[in-house]
């Protein structure tokens, strides 16, 4: 059952919270390696492990993975500096995303990523129109988004299958070998999809491996284009709420070396990305704030902290079917025992910011830190941060025992500075 932690490499979060402040994101460096080693030992070679910025694209925590070995996957000409920032190089980089702009494809054609993802004819028109203004002589690598028309197998977030706004339809597709080689200027490597997120079932995440590939090897033959590449998603879940458990990795990992080496036998040479941002992320994060009020309301406790929605949607429960609860937990225990009934909730002014909903705490007084666990992807860069105006809250990485600031939290003049005020 997933739980939060009350110390990171020995350090206790609460002394982090002090340091730093609170409401704060501490993210724990060894836990992001151990995730990343246990995909990386067990996978082919021939499998590449690319990193989804938008799990959580912090600067250090990106260039964690990179110093892990591991490829950036971005969707947006920010992501794309971030990762060449964090030291990631071109050839380790792709880029995806259904609306991409014309600015953001130059972006891609001057850096020499690895390739640009294409989710539309349009795309890849407008991008042959960019690399044939650019001075680079070589073809742009470009990638083929396809929505195979698989249902999506187990209970993630569906993306494909269904009429969706990513990628081209494979029907659409097969019957494109004429429209694809009149780009003049681009060099079609490989074939991407991408099925769903939130993965719980190691089956689902193979099956999904084993229909993408099927697919891909039926437009290449289809297309007459050669396979370089393909990328098959992934969307590996992590456990979050009571009964649910991480997926069995082991099992994962053996399923998709397995249809990699069947693969193999008829595309010998063709590399595969395996695409991860909350897996890697999820489990090493702990948002961690401070009670400002205890209080009754008609028999029922309430604990009032100074973050939450505005910074953890996911937590919230924001965008799910039904509430349940993230790893929760007091962090400077005093000993004392679990028998407090209360509902924590964060500062909005709305009756839908709850962080947790009828759990059972130790104790709790205002001042008392509480900590979110679980909580390292699609965290505030995925959360109405300026909701109330309170700010992008601090990021911590703890790295080799030590903590550092790796963003500091939104300042009076990060808010303000950029509005206007007009003569009235
Ligand atoms: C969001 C996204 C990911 C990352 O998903 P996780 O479930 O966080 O691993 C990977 N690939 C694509 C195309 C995505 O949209």
Redesign the pocket.
Known sequence: MPHHQTRIQGLPVSGIAEEFGTPLFVYDAQSIGDDYRRLRDGLRPSVDIFY?L??NPNISVSACLRSLGAGA?VSSEAELFTALRAGFAPEDIIF?GPGKTARELAACVRAGIRAVVCESFGELRRLDRVAALSDRAARVPVMLRVNPPVPTSGSGLAMGGKPRQFGMDADLLRGSRAELASLRHLRVTGIHA?LG??FLRHEDVVHNTRAVLAVAGRLSEDLGIPLGTVDF????GVAYFEHEKDPDLGALVDGINDAVDDFARTHPGCRFIL?????LTAASGTYVVRVLDVKESMGETFVVADGGTNHHMAAVGVGSFVRRNFPLGVLDHRGEPSTMRCTVTGPLCTPADVLAKNVTLAAVRPGDLLGVGRSG?YGPSASPGRFLSHGYPAEVLVHDGKAHLVRRRDTLDDLLDPQTLVEL
Do not use: D, M, P, Q
């Open positions: 989804s938008k799990a996957e995806l991408y997120t939130r998603g992934g969307g590996i695409e991860a941002g909350r897996h992807a």
